[in-house]
């Protein structure tokens, strides 16, 4: 690609040369907020997303009435003032209502919106979001109003603003599509795997063993010589704890991996974002698990997330943590088993606006269960089958997130006008 033939000095340091004939403007010349708000709540529901942008909220139960929530037009900029530094803002394609919390802005002179939705989510405005935020520590940032109408925002011609946006829209299209196909082989190789994993905790590796009926439906036939038990019988289950955030010395140069369902992304447990520390430990802020524990996400979007720790650790209070009796339950055994019954936690749960599975549901859920030294086995075979499905996966991830850079450095190169597209 080629470069604009003139380049001139933005007189802003961050931005640096930009084409001689774009614009520099600072943002609340550009944009008015709006504090319209729905007088009924009825109309749709909208979700602002670091990912995605702007969308139709995926789960809208209405069990509260959102009467008073801020009025989207098409083409406003929305901005969720907690997360912009994330990414967490974009021009809406939908008309709707957001959360009160957040910014709505509407251009106050003419521009392509789809052109600044693309260069606001540019990791160099990402940057400037970041620096005008305030706030104490990250968690508690904050890009106000004032804070955002001081940011600077590149302006092309209006029809070169037009032309950019069809040519993002066309590229990021195509790449869209490559990362979309790749993805779709990522679930297809998870189902695989998960296949393996569900025939062998729940038929065992025998294919001439006796079977018999488990006598409960969903499980059906199991081999002659398992139990079908409840988790409680040999395995105790405890709920994690948050130390005071208000003491610092609870969680500073902490050295015990402290989990929250975000941390539970593999079945083997690695080191979490957070570490509590020994005197966390000491003074009872928080329980300490021993290793072979199992962890399983008891409330919300994710539950049902199950993973081990094959080392010391804490978790907070929307983890279930389950000790296995070691003479009994081996605790790989048990984290394939879970996540393999994911049916049946979702079925136990207790359902209010949100699922939860507390200490007393998670005991009840069954477990087929074969001698100890069969569940060792059961787990040899899982994790030697599903090495090379594990491995492809690893692969095609890397393949995305290669697909998912270039197409965010065309977008970077061509809003700011380090290439000529047009």
């Known amino acids: 690609m080629q470069r604009y033939s003139e380049y001139k000095d933005s007189g802003v340091q961050w931005l640096g040369e930009i084409p001689s004939h774009w614009e520099v403007i600072k943002s609340k010349y550009l944009w008015m907020e709006s504090f319209s708000t729905s007088m009924t709540g009825n109309e749709d529901l909208l979700s602002v997303s670091q990912y995605d942008g702007i969308t139709p909220a995926k789960s809208d139960s209405r069990s509260e009435s959102l009467k008073g929530y801020k009025i989207v037009a098409e083409n406003d900029l929305v901005v969720n003032i907690m997360l912009a530094w994330m990414g967490g803002l974009g021009v809406s394609k939908y008309k709707g209502i957001v959360s009160p919390a957040y910014c709505i802005y509407k251009l106050k002179r003419q521009a392509n919106p789809k052109f600044l939705h693309y260069l606001y989510k540019t990791p160099l405005y990402l940057a400037e979001f970041a620096r ?59 189902e695989r795997k998960q296949i393996i994993i569900n025939n062998a905790v729940t038929k065992g ?14 499980i059906g036939e199991i081999p ?10 040999y395995v105790s289950v405890k709920t994690g704890r948050t130390p005071s955030t208000s003491k610092e010395y609870y969680f500073e140069n902490g050295n015990i991996n402290w989990y929250t369902p975000g941390d539970l992304n593999g079945i083997n447990l ?62 790989k055994y048990l984290a394939h088993l879970l996540l393999s019954t994911k049916i049946q936690i979702i079925q136990n749960a207790n359902f209010s606006t949100l699922p939860i599975l507390n200490q007393e549901r998670t005991g009840d859920l069954l477990m087929m269960l074969p001698p100890i030294t069969e569940q060792s086995r059961i787990v040899d075979f899982i994790e030697n089958s599903i090495k090379p499905i594990g491995d492809a996966i690893l692969v095609t991830e890397k393949q995305i997130s290669l697909l998912q850079e270039r197409k965010q450095i065309i977008i970077n190169d061509v809003v700011t006008g380090k290439v000529k597209v047009v």
């Not at 002659?224 to 019988?233: N, Y």
């Open 205 to 218: 590796l025998d294919p001439n063993v006796k079977m018999k009926d488990s006598g409960v439906e969903w």
């Open 270 to 331: 690695v080191d979490s974002d957070r570490q509590v520390t020994f005197r966390a430990k000491k003074e009872d802020a928080c329980s300490v698990y021993p290793i072979g524990t199992v962890y399983l996400v008891g409330i919300g979007s994710t539950i049902g997330k199950v993973a081990y720790a094959e080392h010391e650790a804490s978790c907070n209070q929307q983890i279930n943590a389950l000790l296995p009796q070691k003479n009994k339950v081996f605790y």
């Open 132 to 190: 005008r935020s305030s706030g104490v520590i990250p968690s508690r940032w904050r890009m106000y109003t004032d804070d955002f109408g001081q940011i600077l925002s590149l302006l092309p011609p209006l029809h070169e603003q037009d032309l950019i946006v069809g040519y993002l829209d066309k590229v990021t299209s195509k790449i869209d599509t490559a990362i979309a196909q790749q993805q779709k082989m990522i679930d297809l190789l998870n």
């Open 224 to 233: 002659e010589h398992w139990e079908v038990v409840p988790i409680k019988r």
